[in-house]
């Protein structure tokens, strides 16, 4: 008998021991140098994304740079900051169709480029049709979508 899989939500207050601040590991130290590394829980990145305002966007990053600083690391780990993301939007979506109106805002965040994310939630077309509601300008180069002068939005602290 197969268990049944977990909601998005429930995978978002799994905390599975994390926050946590850990030795680089030794095949990460090449990109990050030695020192301390953030593993963050899924609650912290829906933390930090909850507090990008409208008319503002984050970068994964920005999200981890900002972490790093508030828990005392060198960095914060990209590969679960990642997967937190996406787990914080799709959770988001399910509280949305549930009827929650204040729902985590993951549609503000973008690639370090401007591109949007096509891991999200309905792909870049769900994330764009929001950006575009919030007076975003959307521009496609290349098959890519991307935010126009992204940068100018981009906040700087949380």
Known sequence: MTKPQKSAREKLMANHGLPKVVAIPPKMQKRFGKGKMLVPSPIVI??????VKKGKLITPSLIRQMLAKEFKADTCCPLTTGIFLR???????????SGKKQITPWWRVVKDNGELLEKFPGATEKQ???????????IEH???????NFEQFLITKF
Request: hydrophobic share 35%; proline share 0%.
């Open 142 to 148: 290349r098959g890519k979508t991307y935010i126009k």
């Open 87 to 97: 787990i914080c939007a799709e959770a988001a979506e399910e509280e949305l169709s």
């Open 46 to 51: 829906d933390r930090a994304v909850r507090k």
């Open 128 to 138: 764009a049709k929001k950006l575009k509601a919030e007076g975003f300008e959307i």
